[in-house]
């Protein structure tokens, strides 16, 4: 990218001013900070195609100094290992799901609680407010930047190759991916099935191998990752909420000039919000399209769900972790829990 506009600057320079001056300073206007962004979901999933408008408004906006690259898909690693080049500043800009980063900001999980939050607006408004600020004193604490608004990914609901999960008891001993985070792993073993956690980068291979019986997504990441080609059902359980962090290399962000950060900050805000009303609705509305892609799609009865997590002791376990000031604030959303 950079290459390109200098190399076009210098044509449009040379035809002007044949070795004039202008083609010197040509290289001074490129970019002063080009900065990676990864993400774990394909081009076409709203969080990149916002992401994609979001940079070229920065690059606009800051005359060019700051240039950001995307890089989707995992193309730079796994979640895990692209967590790992964030905080060593291989990598500047990162999204990724608090359930995730629950291995290095224990907090961060308590977005993906089995059933505290109903939809995803509820979920926003927790965490656009003080639960969310609690979160993010936190992860600041473990020295990452941290954008106040967080990007969609929605309301997760169970893929199987074998069976639909119709209610709890069709997933005593489901083998089923989840996300590398401890909480999740602890929901579906409280559940009573065999989760494991993997990579998203590894989740089509997996299914397609037989490894797993089944997955937990959005619809918007079913489709998008053409989960349906390795997978025959869809159970609808809306048992848990999932959205991204936009994280930050602190020494990467401090870099950067206070104007700069301002383009930023703003543009992301604009863009989280303009993704959030994508991606909701693509969730509520790709019902039919993944059924005419061959899933056969069913409404599970989550009673019997809500019912063994407290049995397991999950929620109790759970509010010891992260201490009573943050689960009462969760608990203010979702009612008493444990
Ligand atoms: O890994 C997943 O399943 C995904 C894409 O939903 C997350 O980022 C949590």
């Known amino acids: 990218m950079t290459d390109r506009i200098s190399r076009g600057r210098f044509v449009a320079a040379g035809t002007a001013a044949l070795a004039s001056i202008a083609v010197i300073d040509a290289p001074a206007r490129a970019a002063q900070w080009t900065y990676k962004y990864a993400s774990n979901v394909s081009l076409d999933h709203p969080l990149n195609v916002r992401m994609r408008e979001c940079w070229t408004a920065v690059t606009k906006e800051t005359g060019g100094r700051l240039e950001v690259q995307i890089f989707p898909n995992n193309q730079l690693g796994g979640d895990t290992q692209a967590l790992q080049q964030l905080r060593s500043g291989a990598l500047q800009f990162f999204t990724l799901d608090g359930g995730i980063l629950q291995s290095v900001v224990p907090l961060a999980a308590i977005q993906g609680v089995g059933f505290a939050f109903k939809d995803s607006q509820e979920a926003f408004r927790a965490m656009d407010g003080a639960l969310g600020d609690e979160v993010r004193t936190a992860i600041r ?9 967080m990007w969609e990914n929605g309301m997760r609901q169970i893929t199987s190759s074998n069976k639909p999960i119709r209610s709890a008891a069709d997933l005593a001993g489901f083998k089923i991916r989840t996300p590398p985070g401890e909480l999740w792993v602890d ?19 997996a299914l397609q191998t037989r490894v797993f019986d089944g997955q937990e997504n959005p619809y918007a990441i079913i489709d998008v990752a053409r989960l349906y080609e390795v997978q025959k ?38 863009y989280a919000l303009l993704q959030r009303r994508d991606t909701q609705l693509r969730n509520d509305s790709l019902s039919e399209k993944l059924a005419r892609r061959g899933l056969t799609i069913n409404k599970a009865d989550t009673s019997g769900f809500r019912a063994k997590l407290t049995s397991a002791g999950f929620y109790t376990k ?4 992260f201490g009573a000031p943050a689960w009462a604030l969760l608990e203010k959303t979702s009612g008493k829990l444990a």
């Open 141 to 149: 604490g473990a020295n990452l930047y941290v954008h106040p608004k």
């Open 187 to 205: 929901l579906f073993k409280s559940l009573g099935a065999a989760p494991a956690p993997l990579n998203f980068s590894e989740v089509y291979t």
């Open 233 to 270: 059902y869809l159970s609808v359980t809306n048992h848990m909420w999932s959205a991204f962090h936009f994280l930050g290399n602190q020494d990467a962000w401090n870099a950067l000039p206070h104007d700069v950060q301002a383009v930023v900050e703003r543009n992301l805000a604009k």
């Open 318 to 321: 759970w509010r010891d972790k």
